[in-house]
């Protein structure tokens, strides 16, 4: 940490809660590794969440859905290591909660003992609020996640916008009304409709509501990291805004080291180290 910077507080469920009532907007971001949680700690960033994106934006896989919990105990302990004070969520993957409440309760208890999580995220309404009761109950903060599911993708129709129509907003609206019942702390709207955020945000008691794509009226806002940087090839989201391009930065670096290599322009004299001329003409003496 630099000098002259007051190493922040842990932030807190509580500390989250007084933002909501004080009209502050909470930040929120995905991370998958130490160094780049390091970078968020630094920049203040409140939230961090261990993806299961991390299985297409770090492994490099079509969807999430082969994410296992081990990978997301890895990851998730490398960015608590690079972000000690954040409030860190992990993500539940793909068949970890899905099976039934025992399951659920017992990998979200993985996220807290191993990795020192601070929440889990996991997907679905009104069908997964007995597994949130059941990890509230345990004593482990439970995040929902609505609209956009990467993980139902297949029966949604693909990545597109959820809830444009009255019943189908209804819908998502009353399945974000059964999690906050069911002892939810927050939930993240993903690409739904910005006026039915607003109204989920509104209906809101006891329950932080996030928005990722989802338009400007949640309690805060969620963003993909390697979105925000250019950093995943495969397309590019239109709720993404490009805060700087690094993945060109970081090509053109990559293409100017090949090219450096190649015409012997690398390594130069204040890359490498040298040897005094003594000591080199002893050494040719002894291997001879």
Same mark, same amino acid.
């Given at each position: 940490?630099? $000098? *002259?910077?007051?190493? /922040?507080?842990? #932030? =807190?469920?509580?500390?989250?809660? $007084?933002? &909501? ?17 390091? @970078?968020?700690?630094?920049?203040? +960033? ?12 770090? %492994? ?15 990851? =998730?302990?490398?960015?608590? /290591? ?39 995220? %996991? !997907? ?18 439970? +995040?929902?996640? @609505? ?20 019943? %189908? ?18 939930? @993240? ?6 006026? %039915? ?5 509104? /209906?809101?008691? *006891?329950? #932080? #509501? ?31 805004? &490009?805060?700087? *391009?690094?993945?060109?930065? +970081? ?18 004299? $204040? ?6 001329? !003594? !000591?080199? !003409? $002893? ?6």
């Amino acid at each position: 940490m630099p $000098e *002259n910077v007051t190493p /922040r507080k842990k #932030i =807190t469920l509580p500390y989250l809660f $007084e933002k &909501v009532k004080k009209g502050e907007p909470i930040t929120w971001l995905t991370c998958y590794d130490y160094p780049t949680a390091y @970078l968020q700690e630094q920049a203040g +960033i409140e939230m961090i969440l261990v993806g299961d994106s991390l299985g297409m934006t770090m %492994l490099g896989y079509d969807s999430t859905l082969p994410v296992t919990m081990d990978d997301m105990i890895r990851h =998730t302990q490398a960015v608590r /290591r690079g972000a000690p004070t954040a409030f860190l969520v992990g993500d539940m993957p793909y068949m970890s909660y899905q099976p039934g409440v025992e399951t659920a309760v017992r990998n979200a208890g993985r996220f807290m003992a191993e990795a020192g999580c601070d929440a889990i995220k %996991l !997907e679905g309404g009104a069908a997964m609020a007995d597994r949130v009761k059941a990890i509230v109950d345990a004593g482990i903060p439970a +995040i929902g996640h @609505l609209g956009l599911t990467p993980q139902s993708v297949a029966a949604l129709g693909g990545f597109r916008l959820q809830g444009k129509s009255a019943a %189908l907003a209804k819908k998502i609206a009353d399945d974000a009304k059964a999690l906050e019942k069911a002892g939810a702390c927050a939930i @993240l709207l993903e690409l739904v409709p910005d006026r %039915l955020c607003q109204l989920i945000t509104e /209906r809101a008691e *006891n329950c #932080i #509501i996030m928005s990722l794509g989802s338009g400007p009226h949640a309690h805060g806002q969620l963003l993909i990291y390697h979105d925000m940087f250019g950093l995943y090839p495969k397309f590019k989201p239109k709720m993404a805004k &490009v805060y700087g *391009n690094a993945g060109e930065v +970081i090509l053109n670096g990559l293409k100017n080291y090949h090219d450096e290599v190649i015409g012997r322009q690398f390594p130069a004299p $204040e890359n490498y180290f040298g040897m005094p001329d !003594e !000591e080199y !003409e $002893e050494l040719k003496k002894m291997l001879t």
